[in-house]
């Protein structure tokens, strides 16, 4: 079955960076865009970062452009993202998401928590 394990969350001070991955298995790792997306408290869950099958950033939100960077490594079937230049606005569960198959399922790691704090 599709599995998808974030790790690299943590606390970390205001300018502070940290790197998330996703390690992913239970499908075709390197036919499928993957996403990170995040929830802040009593907020939405909002999309941070999506990249292509191939490595190609599809699109990021405004507010961590030049400060987050979304990568992956189709060989150790592993997504990731580099989180620099951190602020309190960041602090929330981070998780790493795939859609698979013609209607576009939606999965869903179990998400690790980022706090941003002095």
């Known amino acids: 079955q599709v599995q998808l394990v974030e790790s690299g969350g943590g606390l970390v001070q205001p300018g502070g960076s940290l790197r998330l991955s996703c390690a992913a298995s239970?499908?075709?790792?390197?036919?499928?865009?993957m996403a990170w997306y995040r929830q802040a408290p009593q907020k939405e869950r909002e999309l941070v970062a999506r990249i292509s099958s191939s490595g190609v950033v599809i699109n990021s939100a405004d507010s961590v452009k030049g400060r987050f960077t979304i990568s992956r490594n189709n060989a150790q079937n592993t997504v990731y993202l580099q989180m620099n230049s951190l602020t309190p606005e960041d602090t929330a569960v981070y998780y790493c998401?795939?859609?698979?198959?013609?209607?576009?399922?939606?999965?869903w790691g179990q998400g690790t928590q980022v706090t941003v704090s002095s």
């Open positions: 239970g499908f075709a790792f390197r036919d499928n865009a």
């Open positions: 998401n795939t859609r698979i198959g013609l209607r576009r399922k939606d999965y």
